[in-house]
């Protein structure tokens, strides 16, 4: 025993010892100036170092960066409340992998009861799971709008973080009710998080994509360039659209920009596509092209920024590369990977992009969401979330909607109280079910969920409900939201007791099922391309779509280009490996797909030479508007006289040199293929249109046939030139003909009437003649 303890005070004092020789090691090396320094914010050593040859994350001499986000654009959509005794409010956010936060901030904007007891009611700040900062309510301020900037210790930050505001409140010292009307707390989502960064260099090292290219810790849009030649060809056109989707499609929500520089390098992380017959000139040291290459160099005017090369000998190999870095065909490793060939691509069928809900079989919910999305736990759980995109020409007229199988748990009722499960689509309501009794059991059986929850009270109720969401409430872009809604039980005064422990969860197996339904639309619909990008993500590969550029296009039209392959690929969850692009004066070799159409009126020959065919055409300086106002397609009685016939604009205008125009039309080249045109006479007018196809706020104005864009504000305009996109089912075809023609319904009845009649008369007739002769 004593030796026992004896071995315990060494090995004590032992690394006490070595702990105090270390740290005077390390301060005598550091006096030497070589210093290193362990990042507590993104858990990386970082080394000075002259060279960026090493393995390891490199610091650079890069001054301090400043950035803010508020807690609406990191998906807190609307302002939120603090209600109870100890209620805890969190919301993530990240930062960069490549920056050390060196100071942060929060801009907290809030409102509190004037019913609070100072002395007891306060607000905590938490930053992962440590307190950083508290401070009390008082009276004085109670019941007005309040803004409070506090500073928080930047140590406490990482890659992902989770701040939370924890309210505790109480407004008498004696017996309270723990859910008071008079505890609250109002927090404003426009509260935002400022930080103060210091960027820093990472190695050239492939392994690393798309880091610094791209980091998922970044929630702010993002802005890559891209550099070519002084005359990109198509062909370097598709590859670097390819590129540019894949980019989108990690960007996700943030919503990605790809700006466009001929013979011109930004300094920025930049990306290089290039051929041995097409490559910028003068700017940069192209590395030798033996093949489909991807490699990653420092940029030449600046270290702490790089440069990632997609290059191939011609247009094929390049083609190559950019698809194999989309689809993640290569082990990138090293500052340079080759690869021969790509095998195994095949074009993709309609209706089959990952991000899409499937329409050849039943999806459950645990393909949408993790299993942590599912789960909730609280008296006043969040929302359990599934965000669902579909395509917007699934037809559901005369059906009883999209079925859903849904399974569910949740802690049963100590009694009968209100207790519910509600389920929202887009935040409308659709049905609710009770949260007190085995599913289908009557109101009698209640007892028996009383009863095992008192007999094992940590035990999850399952349930199991069937129904049917109209396929009127499916938006392009739809969140399914379930609700548990826990009634408190009240005991008496003194006696309540705040129990935070009943859960919540969706089962993964539940189910939604679109199979059956059959894809018809009527188009254009500006709406459907603003949302998903329909008709040219019908096929997530883009196999069916061409890009028509300007004859002489410029960098702003390219940048065009680029950003819309990437909210393409952001649709779909997929790289355009299909996208064709040609110019204007090739238009016909792509009559056969969907068109987008790009450039203004001054460089793109269709505009003009189309015109018959669209609601927006150009004469010389004249541009022309064939079209009537939304509101009289779709509320006919608003400001119109009792049997006026609906009207149709002609409307003309010398200049839209404060406008851009999106609009689309039947394709002249192909009935049935759809074109979308982006045009403005401005310089940067297609960026306002990417502007607001990026802008949450601006695209539900975006629909019709035209929309008329000046900065957020958009007139959506209605055509009579519409066509129908996809096809029904035979029978279906027929009723819905029908019912959409009430004249030609009308005038077949009358035809049938009329034949059954002559028929009837016919038999009578004969009838008659038989009598008369006794036969």
């Not at 290459?293 to 420092?298: G, Y």
């Not at 004066?585 to 009126?601: E, F, N, S």
Request: aromatic letters at 10%.
């Amino acid at each position: 025993m004593i030796m026992s303890v004896n071995f315990l005070w060494f090995k004590k004092y032992f690394f006490l010892i070595i702990g105090f020789v270390l740290s005077v090691s390390t301060n005598t090396w550091a006096q030497t100036g070589e210093k290193s320094k362990k990042s507590s914010s993104n858990q990386v050593e970082i080394i000075e170092a002259p060279s960026s040859s090493g393995t390891g994350i490199l610091s650079s001499s890069i001054p301090l960066r400043n950035y803010s986000f508020t807690l609406k654009q990191l998906g807190v959509l609307n302002p939120f409340q603090l209600r109870g005794t100890d209620p805890i409010y969190s919301v993530p956010f990240s930062v960069p992998a490549d920056e050390v936060v060196t100071a942060l901030k929060l801009k907290l904007d809030f409102t509190y009861s004037p019913s609070l007891l100072t002395n007891l009611s306060h607000l905590k700040i938490i930053l992962n799971g440590e307190v950083a900062h508290t401070f009390p309510l008082p009276k004085e301020t109670a019941g007005q709008p309040l803004v409070r900037e506090i500073s928080i210790d930047p140590r406490l930050a990482s890659d992902f973080n989770r701040l939370s505001l924890q309210f505790i409140g109480h407004y008498t010292l004696d017996c309270e009710d723990p859910f008071h009307s008079s505890l609250w707390l109002n927090v404003s989502n426009l509260s935002s998080i400022q930080l103060t960064v210091t960027p820093f260099s990472v190695v050239n090292d492939l392994s690393l994509l798309p880091v610094p290219f791209f980091d998922r810790r970044d929630g702010r849009r993002l802005e890559r360039p891209f550099v070519f030649g002084a005359n990109p060809s198509s062909s370097t056109l598709e590859s670097a659209g390819i590129v540019a989707s894949w980019f989108g499609d990690l960007a996700s929500y943030r919503g990605a920009w790809f700006p466009a520089h001929l013979n011109k390098l930004p300094n920025d992380n930049v990306v290089v596509l290039a051929t041995n017959d097409d490559k910028p000139q003068g700017i940069l040291d192209i590395p030798p092209i033996n093949g489909p290459t991807i490699s990653v160099a420092s940029h030449p005017a600046d270290v702490k920024y790089k440069v990632l090369y997609v290059l191939g000998r011609d247009a094929a190999e390049l083609k190559i590369a950019a698809t194999a870095l989309g689809l993640g065909r290569y082990a990138l490793a090293g500052q340079a990977v080759t690869q021969a060939q790509l095998e195994g691509l095949q074009p993709r069928k309609a209706y089959d992009a990952p991000r899409w809900l499937r329409s050849d079989r039943p999806v459950k919910f645990g393909e949408i969401a993790t299993l942590d999305d599912l789960n909730v736990r609280g008296l006043s759980p969040d929302l359990v979330r599934l965000n669902v995109t579909t395509p917007p020409d699934l037809f559901g007229w005369r059906t009883k909607g999209v079925p859903i199988d849904l399974k569910y748990r949740y802690t049963p009722r100590p009694r009968p109280d209100k207790s519910n499960l509600n389920v929202l689509m887009n935040q409308r309501f659709i049905t609710s079910f009770p949260l007190l009794s085995f599913p289908g059991a009557s109101s009698s059986e209640s007892s028996i969920a009383s009863l095992i929850a008192k007999l094992n009270p940590t035990e999850l109720l399952p349930a199991h409900e069937s129904f049917y969401i109209p396929v009127s409430q499916f938006r392009s872009k739809n969140q399914l939201q379930f609700h548990f809604s826990f009634d408190y039980p009240k005991e008496g005064a003194c006696r309540d007791v705040m129990l935070d422990n009943v859960r919540g969860a969706i089962d993964p197996e539940s189910e939604i099922d679109i199979t059956g339904f059959p894809h018809y639309i009527k188009m254009p619909d500006l709406s459907a391309f603003a949302n998903t990008g329909f008709p040219f993500t019908k096929y997530a590969d883009l196999s069916q779509t061409a890009v028509v550029m300007p004859d002489n296009y410029t960098t702003g039209d390219i940048g065009t280009y680029l950003t819309l392959m990437g909210r393409m690929g952001n649709s779909t969850g997929l790289v355009v490996y299909g996208v064709s692009v040609r110019r204007a004066a090739d238009v016909q070799q792509v009559a056969d797909k969907d068109l987008l159409i790009l450039g203004g009126p001054a460089n793109q020959p269709l505009l003009r030479d189309w015109g018959k065919y669209m609601p927006f055409s150009v004469d010389g300086s004249k541009r022309v508007f064939l079209l009537t106002d939304l509101k009289e397609i779709f509320m006919p009685w608003f400001e119109k006289k009792q049997g006026e016939a609906l009207s149709i604009a002609n409307i003309s205008a010398n200049t839209l040199a404060k406008d851009a125009v999106l609009f689309g039309f039947e394709s002249p080249l192909n009935k049935g293929r759809s074109v979308v045109a982006f045009t403005s006479d401005k310089t940067g007018g297609q960026a306002d249109i990417l502007n607001a196809l990026m802008d949450a706020d601006v695209v539900p104005k975006i629909q019709g046939a035209v929309s008329i864009i000046r900065g957020k504000e958009v007139d959506s305009m209605e055509t009579d030139q519409t066509y129908m996109v996809g096809s029904l089912p035979p029978i279906l075809a027929i009723y819905w003909t029908l019912a959409n023609q009430p004249w030609g319904t009308a005038g077949m009845l009358v035809i049938a009437a009329i034949v059954i009649a002559g028929v009837f008369y016919t038999l009578l007739r004969m009838r008659a003649a038989r009598r008369l002769t006794g036969k």
